[in-house]
């Protein structure tokens, strides 16, 4: 049998196909599951239910990537909102699953990344940004507004382009399309 085992998850049943014949309270889990966390470990542990094995037998970890919001702006939630979840991810998991490990971050990722966005926005062309940011920000709003038969101008794009020429960042870009589209999280 492999030591692990990769497969998208959408269910329960799926959790059951997943680690059928598994003892789980004899493995270590890690869920690396983006920002599917909550939903991800209520599925384990609805499967783990139906065996009859109690919340504390249970043992493992997941990638808690809520937080990453506020530092690197890739969130399906704004920063406040994936804050929370965050939070509540661990003081669940601290008052039920105390064998189950709930910050498990990507520390690497924090590190580079505030020490790249730290560098870029001392070295590059403020006014320079700020325009694109404004002339993108202008463009997103104007997209937003846009219907699917009325789209093809590519004015998103071209603004988009320029921000990113301009030196601007992911999650600052990412930022703005949140804000004129209304992100929310995925479904």
């Known amino acids: 049998m492999p030591s692990s085992r990769t497969m998208a998850v959408y269910s329960v049943r799926d959790m059951e196909r997943l680690f059928n014949g598994l003892d789980l309270r004899k493995i270590n889990v890690v869920h690396i599951t983006y920002y599917q966390v909550i939903p991800a470990l209520a599925q384990y542990i609805a499967y783990a239910e139906r065996l009859g094995i109690q919340l504390g037998e249970l043992r493992g970890n997941l990638m808690n990537w809520y937080h990453q919001s506020a530092y690197v702006g890739m969130s399906a939630f704004p920063p406040d ?3 929370k979840l965050a939070v509540e991810l661990v003081s669940f998991c601290t008052k039920n699953m105390p064998r189950w490990n ?3 971050f990507f520390c690497y990722g924090i590190e580079e990344a505030i020490e790249r966005v730290r560098e870029l926005r001392a ?23 846009q219907k699917v038969s009325e789209l093809g101008d590519d004015n998103l794009m071209l603004a988009a382009i320029e921000a990113a ?14 804000s004129a589209l209304t992100w929310g999280p995925p479904h």
């Open 102 to 104: 709930t910050t498990n």
């Open 165 to 178: 020429r301009a030196d601007a960042t992911t999650g600052e870009m990412m930022g703005v399309l949140k």
């Open 123 to 145: 070295t590059r062309d403020s006014a320079r940004f700020e325009r694109a940011m404004n002339d993108f920000e202008v463009a997103a709003k104007s997209f937003a507004k």
């Open 81 to 83: 909102q994936a804050l």
